[in-house]
Structure formats: structure tokens, C-alpha cells
């Protein structure tokens, strides 16, 4: 099946931890993006990437860190120097077409202990 | 920085009824969509309307677009239990796919 996919669905990181999100995709599109959601909230772009080997800062980049060395990989690491890290965070993907939908994974809970 | 503002952010009726959602958005888009969003997962594509078009069908869906208010609205008709679920617009610019969301309205249907 096609899809994106999100691991693990649940992480805990202590304080002063590097913790590192996979998302993973096989609908071979360009584009991924990293997307934050607090409670109630709407989501806050973290970083995309449009291409291999390229990414972007998003609104909220301080304290995460990405790379695209693959298509179908981009993983985020939620570094110690982001300071309130508990949230839920989601991968998505599309094509670099426009007027296109997002594709989502179904997300990432981290909580810090 | 969040691209709209949705309007209610909470909308609890019965089902049989139609419910709408507001949105409202800063800069000129490429397209306004809408996504749903059951508690704890990820957002699933409801639909696409782009800035040329006015207004658009998909099932007991109904979106329309202002541009000139800036302003969509997404009307759910003959609504279910199973449309629960939280409901968002994100709009897409020029630069680049990326979409901005508003906060989210937070619909709860009553069987």
C-alpha cells in the first residue's frame, strides 16, 4: 500500500535528550514537511525539504534539525536546545505540483520525562 | 506564523443537522483546502478549492471561497456521528507547496 509513515507512535525523551522522529514515504513525492501541533492548535511548519538534499526552515525551526539524504526519508531530531519539545508532530508529503494535497502520516506523540 | 483563523472554534449539533465552518486568511492564495483530523491522528484531504473558483461539491461537502473577503467556508450537510473529528483550512501560496492552517474547528455531531 501507498503511504507515509510515521515512527514510533508514541516517544519519551528526558530532558537534555537528542530524540530523532522517522517518517517515511513510498509515494515517490518531492516534497515532505514536518509539521508541529499543540493542543487545540492548529499545525506550525517546522521544516520541508522540496527535493534530495535540500530543505528549508519552516516558522518554528529552532531546536529541531533535519536531513533528506533519500527520497523517501526525512527524518526530524528534536534537539535539547528546543526547550518545550511535548507535543505532536506529523510528516507529510506531496508533489511539487501546485494546487496538490498533502499526504499525512499519522503522527508522532513525544513527551518529555 | 498561522496563515488563518477559524470561526467557531467549537461547534456541537445533532446529527441530521448541516454544520458550517468558517475561515478567514491573510495573503493572497494559490488554493484554500480543507483537511479532517480524528483525535490523535494524522489529517486526511477533505478537498481543494483553488483561488479562480468560487465554489465546490464533493458529497455531503460544500466549500466556498471569497477572495475578495478572503474568507471559505466548509458546510457538512445531513451530518453523522462519524463526522467528529476536528476540521482545518490551510491555504497554499505562490512560493512553494507548503500549507499554513488555521487553529482548527473542533465539531462534535450528537447521535
Known amino acids: 500500500d501507498g503511504g507515509i509513515t510515521q515512527s514510533p507512535k508514541y516517544l519519551f525523551r528526558k530532558e537534555g535528550q537528542n530524540v530523532t522522529l522517522s517518517c517515511e514515504q513510498n509515494?515517490?513525492?518531492?516534497?515532505m514537511y514536518w509539521y508541529r501541533q499543540d493542543p487545540g492548535q492548529g499545525l506550525r511548519l517546522i521544516y520541508y525539504?522540496?527535493?534530495?538534499?535540500?530543505?528549508q526552515k519552516g516558522d518554528i525551526a529552532e531546536g529541531y534539525s533535519v536531513s533528506r539524504e533519500k527520497k523517501e526519508s526525512f527524518p526530524l531530531t528534536v534537539t535539547s536546545a528546543q526547550k518545550n519539545p511535548t507535543a505532536f508532530y506529523l510528516c507529510?508529503?506531496?508533489?511539487?505540483?501546485?494546487?496538490?494535497?498533502?499526504?499525512f502520516g499519522q503522527g508522532t506523540r513525544l513527551t518529555v520525562v | 506564523s498561522q496563515q488563518g483563523e477559524e470561526d467557531p472554534q467549537a461547534l456541537s449539533i445533532q446529527e441530521g443537522e448541516n454544520a458550517t465552518m468558517n475561515c478567514s486568511y491573510k495573503?493572497?492564495?494559490?488554493?484554500l483546502q480543507w483537511y479532517r483530523q480524528n483525535s490523535g491522528r494524522g489529517l486526511v484531504h477533505l478537498i481543494l478549492?483553488?483561488?479562480?473558483?468560487r465554489e465546490k461539491h464533493s458529497g455531503r461537502l460544500r466549500v466556498t471561497l471569497d477572495t475578495s473577503k478572503k474568507s471559505s467556508s466548509l458546510l457538512i450537510t445531513a451530518s453523522r456521528a462519524a463526522d467528529t473529528a476536528s476540521y482545518f483550512c490551510?491555504?497554499?501560496?505562490?512560493?512553494?507547496?507548503?500549507?499554513?492552517f488555521g487553529g482548527g474547528t473542533r465539531l462534535m455531531v450528537k447521535p
Open positions: 507529510a508529503s506531496s508533489t511539487r505540483q501546485s494546487n496538490t494535497e498533502a499526504f
Open positions: 509515494l515517490n513525492h518531492d516534497a
Open positions: 525539504s522540496q527535493i534530495v538534499n535540500d530543505f
Open positions: 495573503t493572497s492564495i494559490n488554493n
Open positions: 478549492i483553488r483561488s479562480n473558483e
Open positions: 490551510a491555504t497554499q501560496h505562490n512560493a512553494g507547496n507548503m500549507l499554513t
